[in-house]
C-alpha cells in the first residue's frame, strides 16, 4: 500500500539552526501539506501545497518557515533560525483530493 | 467560534462497553468528513470516511447529521486496542481544506 514517508524520523538540533524536514509524499497525490503537533496538543496546520505553489497557510506558518518540491518526488519544509518553541512532531501528508493520508513524523527537538 | 469541536474527554470504558464519540462542525459547506484514529507520539490513521448514510465498519459505525452539522462515531465492544485519541475532520472539499478537531481521548479499561 503507498504511503507518505518521512525522514530523518528525529532531530535534534541547537538554537538557532536551520532545519530541513523531508517528505516523499504518495506519487499520484496532488495535494501536500504540513502539519505540527505539540506534545499533549491538537493538530496544528501549517501550510498547504498544490501545483507547486503553496495554496494556503496559517499563521504559524512566517518567514521563519518554508516549502520547497525540489523534484519530482520530494517536498521539504525548512526551519529557519529554530527556537525553543518549535519543539514538535511534524507531520508531512498528502491527499488524493478526498482523504487525507500522514507520514510518520519528524519529531524535531531543539535545543 | 472553531470550525470543529469535539469533546477532550477522557472517556474511560471498560472492555466490552459501547461508547459514542460526537463532533460539530461550523461551515455548512463542507463536503468530506472522516475519523481518524491517533495513537499516542504516532500520526493520525484513516479510520473511516464519514457518509449521509451512515456507515458501518465492524465494530465501528459513523453518522453524520447534515442538519444539525454534526458527526457521530460508535464503537461497540470496546477493546484494550481502541484505546486512542480519536480525531473528527472535515473537508471543505472544493478547497481540499482539512479542518480538525482537537481529538477526544477514548481509554478502555480492563
Known amino acids: 500500500e503507498p504511503e507518505v514517508t518521512q525522514t530523518p524520523s528525529h532531530q535534534v538540533t541547537q538554537m538557532g539552526q536551520e532545519v530541513i524536514l523531508r517528505c516523499v509524499p504518495i506519487?499520484?497525490?496532488?495535494?501536500f501539506y504540513w502539519y505540527r503537533q505539540i506534545l499533549g496538543q491538537k493538530v496544528e496546520f501549517l501550510v498547504s501545497?498544490?501545483?507547486?505553489?503553496?495554496?494556503?497557510k496559517s499563521e504559524i506558518f512566517d518567514d521563519q518557515f518554508s516549502v520547497e518540491r525540489p523534484d519530482g518526488s520530494n517536498f521539504t519544509l525548512k526551519i529557519r533560525s529554530t527556537k525553543l518553541e518549535d519543539s514538535a512532531m511534524y507531520f508531512c501528508?498528502?491527499?488524493?483530493?478526498?482523504?487525507?493520508?500522514f507520514g510518520s513524523g519528524t519529531q524535531l527537538s531543539v535545543l | 467560534r472553531k470550525e470543529v469541536e469535539q469533546d477532550p474527554g477522557p472517556f474511560n470504558v471498560p472492555e466490552g462497553a459501547t461508547v459514542a464519540f460526537n463532533c460539530t462542525y461550523s461551515n455548512s459547506a463542507s463536503q468530506s468528513f472522516f475519523w481518524y484514529r491517533q495513537d499516542c507520539r504516532k500520526e493520525p490513521k484513516l479510520l473511516m470516511s464519514v457518509y449521509s448514510s451512515g456507515n458501518e465498519d465492524g465494530r465501528f459505525t459513523a453518522q453524520l447529521n447534515r442538519a444539525s452539522q454534526y458527526i457521530s462515531l460508535l464503537i461497540r465492544d470496546s477493546k484494550l486496542s481502541d484505546s486512542a485519541t480519536y480525531l473528527c475532520?472535515?473537508?471543505?472539499?472544493?478547497?481540499?481544506?482539512?479542518?480538525f478537531g482537537s481529538g477526544t481521548k477514548l481509554n478502555v479499561k480492563p
Open positions: 501545497f498544490y501545483n507547486n505553489e503553496i495554496s494556503e
Open positions: 506519487s499520484n497525490h496532488l495535494y
Open positions: 475532520v472535515v473537508n471543505l472539499y472544493n478547497f481540499n481544506k482539512f479542518y
Open positions: 501528508a498528502s491527499s488524493d483530493d478526498e482523504k487525507l493520508f
